[in-house]
């Protein structure tokens, strides 16, 4: 549906584009829409965050990828998180911190005291990777935010401690697929 000049009219043989109702009508470019089409479009138009919790609220849980691009909202700088502390099978503690937002999980994250600790480094590379992509996933299902290859290496890239370590390596294999999408041949040493 178009935007552009609205223009009230009253036609008996007129049926709203979105609804079907015959009432009064607003032409929208080519479209004639209900009072309450138009109210749902302004809504879509001005307000996106809203579309996401209104689905939400109505068990709506198919939106299509356009759909994702308009009503993705960005995180706020500050968020609620409450922090859990654990411990391993090896005793090393460990704590868990879970960003909300609305009362859902939109990021993890996981660090312990002795992340200097060399012989831990690789594992907390991947921890780093799982807990990045968990957080992508979780702003996939309660924010609407699109999954994309681009945004999975970014985490990916950004988890890597080491050269050559595991999200490294994943990232670059990973990559092959990037170029392929936009027709270049790039790969991976």
């Known amino acids: 549906m178009k935007t552009g000049k609205k223009t009230s009219i009253n036609s008996r043989n007129k049926h709203c584009t979105v609804c079907g109702a015959q009432q009064k009508l607003t032409a929208q470019s080519e479209d004639f829409l209900c009072a309450n089409c138009l109210a749902m ?5 001005n307000h996106p965050d809203c ?3 209104l689905t939400q609220i109505a068990g ?4 299509s990828q356009t759909q994702h691009k308009q ?6 700088d500050v968020l609620d998180a409450v922090r859990y502390r654990t411990i391993d099978r090896e005793r090393n503690t460990w704590y ?6 609305d009362g859902n999980p939109v990021e993890i994250f996981a660090s312990t005291a002795f992340d200097r600790d060399q012989h831990l480094q690789s594992r907390i590379s991947n921890l780093t990777t799982i807990t990045r992509l968990i957080s992508l ?8 935010e699109r999954l994309t290859l ?3 290496l970014t985490q990916l890239q950004r988890s890597s401690r080491l050269p050559d370590d595991l999200p490294a390596m994943l990232s670059k294999v990973l990559a092959n697929y990037k170029a392929t999408e936009t027709g270049k041949e790039n790969i991976a040493p």
Do not use: N, W
């Open 41 to 45: 479009v302004d809504i879509m138009q």
């Open 51 to 53: 579309v996401v919790k």
């Open 60 to 63: 709506i849980t198919t939106i």
């Open 71 to 76: 009503i993705e909202q960005e995180l706020p």
């Open 96 to 101: 868990v911190s879970v960003s909300e937002l």
């Open 137 to 144: 996933i979780l702003r996939h299902i309660f924010l609407g």
């Open 150 to 152: 681009e945004k999975t």
